[in-house]
């Protein structure tokens, strides 16, 4: 059974740090581009971060642009998020998400195939 599964949020100040992990039982999982999608309650899903299947190319949100970093291990099946000078605007659940697709379409759900069912951040001021 294909499988995403995050790891990692919880309860941070302001201006901390969490890594969140994306744990993926695909198949051929490094042929696929992985995202990191956010929602906040009574707000829309909002993309976060992406990274290409071999690593070589990362797009991020410019509301998280310089904090937060996207990272994969292919060997391992996994995905990162690195989480730098949190805010209490980030606060919100948490999914990773993977894709065939790379470019402008993937700032939008539906090329997603794959999604996990997310792990919750709270950032207190």
């Known amino acids: 059974q294909e499988q995403l599964v995050e790891s990692g949020g919880g309860l941070v100040q302001a201006g901390g740090s969490l890594r969140l992990s994306c744990a993926a039982s695909?198949?051929?999982?490094?042929?696929?581009?992985m995202g990191w999608w956010r929602q906040a309650p009574g707000k829309e899903r909002e993309f976060v971060a992406a990274?290409?299947?071999?690593?070589?190319?990362?797009i991020y949100a410019e509301s998280v642009k310089g904090r937060f970093t996207v990272s994969r291990e292919n060997t391992k099946n996994m995905v990162y998020l690195q989480m730098n000078s949190l805010k209490p605007e980030d606060t919100a659940v948490y999914s990773c998400?993977?894709?065939?697709?790379?470019?402008?379409?993937?700032?939008?759900?539906?090329?997603?195939?794959?999604w996990g069912q997310g792990t919750q951040v709270t950032v207190s001021s």
């Open positions: 998400a993977a894709t065939g697709g790379w470019g402008q379409v993937i700032l939008t759900p539906s090329p997603y195939v794959y």
């Open positions: 695909i198949t051929a999982f490094k042929t696929y581009n």
């Open positions: 990274i290409e299947w071999n690593g070589a190319r990362t």
